[in-house]
C-alpha cells in the first residue's frame, strides 16, 4: 500500500520552531519531486516548499523564504520541512505529496503531486 505519513506538527508560540517530516512506505522518493502544502481553515490549498528527485533545486514561496527549509534523505525515504520564526499566518494542515516527472516550481505553484499524506496540524498561537 503506497502511502505518506506526516509527522511532527503541533502548536508553538510565534517565533517558535517545528519540524515536520514526511515518511513515505510502500513506493521509494528517490524518483519523485516532493512537496509540502498547506491549507488554512477557508483558505485554498498553497504550495510552500518543493524539492526536486535530482538536482536538489528547491522552490520556496515567498512567505516563507529564509525561515523554512526542505530537505530530503532518500536513504531514510523521507522528507522533512524545518520551520523557524513560525508566524500565526503559518497556522494550516501540512501535508506532503510526490510526482514524477515535474519541475519544483511546477508542482508547488500548480499544486501537482501523485501521492499524498493526509496531513498534520501546525498551529502558531500566543
Known amino acids: 500500500q503506497l502511502q505518506f505519513v506526516e509527522s511532527g506538527g503541533g502548536s508553538v508560540q510565534p517565533g517558535g520552531s517545528l519540524r515536520l517530516s514526511c515518511a513515505a512506505s510502500?513506493?521509494?522518493?528517490?524518483?519523485?519531486?516532493i512537496g509540502w502544502f498547506r491549507q488554512a481553515p477557508g483558505k485554498g490549498r498553497e504550495g510552500v516548499s518543493c524539492i526536486s528527485d535530482g538536482d536538489g533545486s528547491r522552490y520556496y514561496r515567498d512567505s516563507v523564504k529564509g525561515r523554512f527549509t526542505i530537505s530530503r534523505d532518500n536513504a531514510k525515504n523521507t522528507v522533512y520541512l524545518e520551520m523557524n520564526n513560525l508566524k500565526p499566518e503559518d497556522t494550516a494542515v501540512y501535508s506532503c505529496?510526490?510526482?514524477?516527472?515535474?519541475?519544483?516550481?511546477?508542482?508547488?505553484?500548480?499544486?501537482?503531486?501523485?501521492?499524498w499524506g493526509q496531513g498534520t496540524q501546525v498551529t502558531v498561537s500566543s
Open positions: 510502500g513506493f521509494t522518493l528517490d524518483k519523485y519531486t
Open positions: 505529496a510526490a510526482a514524477g516527472f515535474t519541475t519544483v516550481q511546477a508542482m508547488c505553484i500548480m499544486l501537482m503531486g501523485n501521492y
